[in-house]
């Protein structure tokens, strides 16, 4: 029985000898190899915030033409001077929004009916990655000059839809 657990003793030190075992790589060559990752990782970054600082990109959407849109409701509009309409509008199939007109419409625009509206060129300020920005959310840029009722070819998914155009500076 004293030389089983004798043995039994001598099995467990020579297992638990054995995970200290030599290293293949010494402390002060994993440092060194730690150190030089590092420092190659905070100058990559240094350098990419050194251009980005230099060479700030701005992007801008011109938006062009004309669009169709079914006015749905003609409100005044009370932050801007007397005189002035807002009307609620929408294009084929999608979300509600407000276009702004410099002179009263009230008489001239028929809601529930389709019009296709011209207006004057613009540029907005747009995030470097917005690919495809969508004209209802710059609304408040718009200079409607122009209106019309719009013909059935212009109706529905044949509807007039805006030129947008990206531009860097």
């Known amino acids: 029985m004293k030389k089983i657990i004798a ?8 297992f638990s000898l054995a995970g200290c075992g030599n290293n293949d790589q010494s402390s002060d060559t994993h440092d060194a190899n730690y150190e030089e990752g590092y420092t190659a990782g905070y100058e990559v970054g240094y350098n990419d915030g050194k251009q980005q600082m230099t060479a700030p990109q701005k992007c801008y959407a011109q938006f062009s ?52 509206f011209e207006f004057k060129t613009f540029e907005v300020e747009i995030p470097t990655d917005e690919k495809n920005p969508d004209i209802s959310d710059y609304m408040y840029s718009i200079d409607v000059t122009n209106y019309r009722v719009a013909e059935d070819s212009e109706l529905g998914l044949d509807s007039i839809t805006p030129t947008v155009e990206i531009i860097s500076k």
């Open 7 to 14: 043995m039994v003793l001598c099995l467990v030190l020579v």
């Open 65 to 116: 033409g004309s669009f169709t849109a079914t006015v749905e409701q003609l409100l005044p509009d009370y932050c801007a001077l007397p005189g002035k309409t807002v009307a609620v509008v929408h294009f084929f199939q999608t979300a509600p929004f407000l276009l702004r007109f410099q002179e009263d419409m009230t008489g001239k625009l028929v809601e529930g009916t389709v019009y296709v």
